[in-house]
Nanobody
Framework: QVQLVESGGGLVQAGGSLRLSCAAS????????MGWYRQAPGNQRELVAG???????QYADSVKGRFTISRDDAKNTLYLQMDSLKPEDTAVYYC??????????????WGQGTQVTVSS
């Protein structure tokens, strides 16, 4: 099995910054694409930012210019630097990874989520 554990969420005032981390652990695996999703109450889960193994990134229009996604494959860790936060960024943020495991194929894994709350 592979586990994804997020950290770094919390309460911040509008205009502030937070940095989320997502650490993957397990045995005999390699991570392909990774991404951050978020889900606010009453809303569907949406893609915030994604990054391929080669480093190509994509962002939701609502966060372009404010959020930066990055990864450290040596540490199997994904990051999301969030600047200029707005109240509408308030949500539970989830880490997602496409994982290749030896003799087990490819599947998606999700973290447990971390709450981000931005006060006005």
């Amino acid at each position: 099995q592979v586990q994804l554990v997020e950290s770094g969420g919390g309460l911040v005032q509008a205009g502030g910054s937070l940095r989320l981390s997502c650490a993957a652990s397990g045995r005999n695996f390699r991570i392909n694409d990774m991404g951050w999703y978020r889900q606010a109450p009453g809303n569907q889960r949406e893609l915030v930012a994604g990054i391929t193994r080669g480093g190509t990134t994509q962002y939701a229009d609502s966060v372009k210019g404010r959020f930066t996604i990055s990864r450290d494959d040596a540490k199997n860790t994904l990051y999301l630097q969030m600047d200029s936060l707005k109240p509408e960024d308030t949500a539970v943020y989830y880490c997602n990874a496409e994982v290749v495991r030896i003799f087990a194929g490819v599947r998606d894994y999700w973290g447990q989520g971390t709450q981000v709350t931005v006060s006005s």
